[in-house]
């Protein structure tokens, strides 16, 4: 739980900070080269992996932050991404017998 409160503090605090235009270069940058939201990604994935937390909390700054994707966007894509990776989930303890 602190590791998730220092990781909430931190982009916190980054998400409050004002946009600059070298930060929104940096980000049409990285949106044309897919390995640094790859990595992001797989950062928020280990992250909530070992802390069992789910991601949504996390990927919504991602979306900000990473690719410089607007926040009406970054939380409609959240939500798609969450919906999806929730299927899966469900099939695999509908299949187990864990759903009543």
């Given at each position: 739980?602190?590791?998730?409160?220092?990781?909430?503090?931190?982009?916190?605090?980054?998400?409050?900070?004002?946009?600059?235009p070298?930060?929104?270069?940096?980000?049409?940058?990285?949106?044309?080269?897919?390995?640094?939201?790859?990595?992001?990604?797989?950062?928020?994935?280990?992250?909530?992996?070992?802390?069992?937390?789910?991601?949504?909390?996390?990927?919504?700054?991602?979306?900000?932050?990473?690719?410089?994707?607007?926040?009406?966007?970054?939380?409609g894509?959240?939500?798609?991404?969450?919906?999806?990776?929730?299927?899966?989930?469900?099939?695999?303890?509908?299949?187990?017998?864990?759903?009543?």
């Amino acid at each position: 739980m602190v590791g998730s409160g220092l990781v909430l503090a931190a982009v916190g605090l980054r998400v409050l900070r004002p946009i600059s235009p070298k930060s929104l270069q940096a980000a049409a940058h990285r949106r044309s080269h897919g390995a640094a939201i790859v990595g992001a990604a797989a950062g928020v994935g280990l992250f909530t992996g070992l802390l069992a937390n789910g991601g949504g909390f996390l990927l919504v700054p991602l979306y900000l932050i990473v690719p410089g994707i607007p926040m009406r966007s970054s939380s409609g894509t959240s939500l798609a991404v969450i919906a999806a990776l929730s299927l899966p989930t469900l099939i695999a303890h509908w299949a187990l017998g864990n759903i009543d």
